[in-house]
C-alpha cells in the first residue's frame, strides 16, 4: 500500500519555480511532521525543510529564502522559487506519523525529480 504519493516534478529552467506537493493517505491516522528531503546524483540525502503539527517549520540553511514548506491536513507542499542548477536532485517527501497500530513510523515517497537547467 502507498502511502505518500509525491507530484509536481518536472524540468525548469534556472531562475524558474516549482511547486511539489505530497498526500498522506488515510491509513496514517495521525501526522506529526512532515517533510522535504533531497538527494543528488552521488551524494547524500539531505535536509530541506519540515513541518510540525503545531506549524514550526526548520529550512536547511542555504534553502532559507527561496523555498517554502506549508501543509494542509494530510498535504505538504514545497514551494520553490529562484531554482538553481544545484537543486537538481530526486526530492522525498517524509511524515512522521502513526498507523491503526499506534505505533509510530516514518515515512518516504517514492521520490520525485526535480532538473533544473542552466
Known amino acids: 500500500q502507498v502511502q505518500l504519493v509525491e507530484s509536481g516534478g518536472g524540468l525548469v529552467q534556472a531562475g524558474g519555480s516549482l511547486r511539489l506537493s505530497c498526500t498522506a493517505s488515510e491509513s496514517i491516522v495521525s501526522i506529526n511532521r512532515m517533510g522535504w528531503y533531497r538527494q543528488a546524483p552521488g551524494k547524500q540525502r539531505r535536509l530541506v525543510a519540515t513541518i510540525s503539527s503545531g506549524g514550526g517549520t526548520n529550512y536547511a540553511n542555504s534553502l532559507k529564502g527561496r523555498f517554502t514548506i506549508s501543509r494542509d491536513k494530510n498535504r505538504v507542499y514545497l514551494q520553490m522559487n529562484s531554482l538553481k542548477p544545484e537543486d537538481t536532485a530526486v526530492y522525498y517527501c517524509?511524515?512522521?506519523?502513526?498507523?491503526?497500530?499506534?505505533?509510530?513510523?516514518?515515512?518516504w515517497g517514492q521520490g520525485t525529480q526535480v532538473t533544473v537547467s542552466s
Open positions: 517524509n511524515v512522521q506519523g502513526r498507523p491503526s497500530d499506534w505505533i509510530p513510523r516514518d515515512y
